[in-house]
């Protein structure tokens, strides 16, 4: 399995590159995130996925998906006739985007939660933004350079307000990337 995965991106002149960034699914991925993807030509998917079925959902025709492996994506809590798409899943992943590199952790490597931040600066110092999951919290961190994103949980499982993502808006001249966090209401589970 190599360890690393890599996605290369380039769009034409005159078109605006839209990558949606997800983390923290545990199997589940919120219908109502799963459309907006679909308005995105990258999906990102920063760990504990849980299921084959999470990332289908993500890849579609014309879309790429880059996806890394989080502590609970594990044989045990996956159907065992994934274990070998399992296995393929990286423990980190870089994209090369227009205007910057974008690179995936999920963060649970990370044992002293006041140094997260800095220790993903020093980890990737030539990212123009490092996306971990892990937490189930909603952060972007634009106090110095790479930028830190975490797009919070996008399933069902403590999503402390509501499932959520975040998109990455890159304009055409690759000068400018958007960073937008959007959260819906949490969905209460059903009675039986």
């Known amino acids: ?3 690393i995965a890599h996605v290369d991106d380039a769009p034409g002149p ?4 839209r990558v949606a960034i997800v983390s923290d699914t545990h199997g589940h991925l919120d219908p109502r995130i799963a459309k907006v993807v679909e308005r995105c030509r990258i999906a990102v998917h920063a760990g504990d996925i849980g299921s084959g079925a999470v990332l289908d959902a993500l890849a579609r025709p014309g879309r790429q998906v ?3 492996r ?3 994506d594990i044989a045990s809590k996956w159907d065992p006739g994934e274990y070998r798409r399992l296995e393929q899943l990286p423990w980190e992943a870089e994209l090369s985007l227009p205007g910057g ?5 999920h963060g649970h490597q990370i044992t002293r939660v006041e140094r997260r931040h800095g220790w993903l600066r020093e980890r990737y110092p030539d990212a123009r933004v490092v996306v971990y999951g892990h937490t ?3 952060c972007i961190d634009r106090g110095a350079r790479p930028w830190i994103v975490n797009p919070g949980a996008a399933g069902r499982d403590r999503t402390f307000g509501g499932p959520s993502l975040v998109v ?3 304009d055409a001249d690759a000068a400018r990337w ?7 209401e949490r969905v209460a589970p059903r009675r039986r």
């Open 1 to 3: 399995m190599t360890p």
């Open 136 to 138: 189930h919290r909603r």
């Open 70 to 72: 989080g502590n609970n």
């Open 178 to 184: 958007r960073l937008r966090t959007m959260c819906f």
């Open 14 to 17: 005159d078109t605006r590159l």
């Open 66 to 68: 880059a996806a890394v």
């Open 101 to 105: 590199r974008l690179a995936v952790i």
């Open 168 to 170: 990455i808006d890159v």
